[in-house]
């Protein structure tokens, strides 16, 4: 069955450090994997996305993720986080259940940042 | 472009009470919507999956006839919450696939329905 796993819940980091997030999928297919932010009471956006062909993708706000077959993972990561980059982070890969293009959700990982 | 509207942003119903929730693609036709539901820090979970002109298909677990889904056209699909119970406040979240898009879906700003 597929699935996502992000392994941390909380994760704190200094301002200015820097900044992996985990994420795991099972998909039997070629996966299309999304990683969306969420702050508090808003909806979500779109940071970066993976498709196809180079690995390493860029999103925005300075994010890229690293999409590795052999591992199964799609990990988001930030040279120098910002005060303003806490919020939740949400991976998801989008699969095709009952012949429909569907997203699956990680649990999501909440990134607080301290000054 | 690319952008999904909702609306209201926030209701407070009696329970007992339905309302109505609004997805709006206003850009780009949606073939198909998503309506997700959001527990405070938690996850999305997807409730539904609605294509223009056709019957909603619900997710496992979730009551086709306490959540209407409409998607009467390739710009706008509802969400009535019937006969709403404290039990029912939640984060709804819709999102839409635009026409020929295969994948990728475009999400509103959500809904925080508080049911008294």
């Known amino acids: 069955a597929q699935s996502v796993t992000q392994p941390d819940i909380h994760i704190t980091v200094s301002e200015g450090a820097s900044l992996e997030l985990r994420c795991n999928y099972s998909?039997?297919?070629?996966?299309?994997l999304f990683w969306y932010v969420q702050s508090p009471g808003q909806g979500l956006q779109l940071l970066l996305k993976y498709f196809s062909g180079d690995t390493l993708v860029q999103g925005i706000k300075g994010f890229e993720a690293e999409f590795k077959r052999s591992q199964s993972s799609f990990n988001l990561r930030k040279p120098s986080v910002h005060w303003s980059d806490a919020a939740e982070y949400f991976c998801a890969v989008g699969a095709r259940t009952s012949g429909t293009y569907k997203y699956i959700f990680g649990t999501g990982t909440r990134l607080k940042v301290l000054a | 472009g690319a952008v999904v509207s909702q609306h209201p942003s926030r209701v407070i119903c009696k329970s007992g009470t339905s309302v109505k929730i609004e997805c709006r693609s206003l850009d780009f036709q949606a073939t198909t919507m998503f309506w997700y539901r959001q527990f405070p820090k938690q996850s999305l979970m997807l409730m539904a999956t609605s294509n223009e002109g056709s019957k909603a298909t619900y997710e496992q677990g979730v009551e086709k006839d306490k959540f209407l889904i409409n998607h009467a056209s390739l710009t706008l699909s509802t969400l009535t919450v019937t006969s709403a119970h404290p039990e029912d406040s939640s984060f709804y979240i819709c999102?839409?696939?635009?026409?020929?898009?295969?994948?990728?879906?475009?999400f509103g700003p959500g809904t925080r329905l508080t049911v008294t």
């Open positions: 999102s839409a696939r635009a026409a020929g898009s295969s994948y990728e879906q475009y």
């Open positions: 998909y039997g297919a070629t996966p299309y």
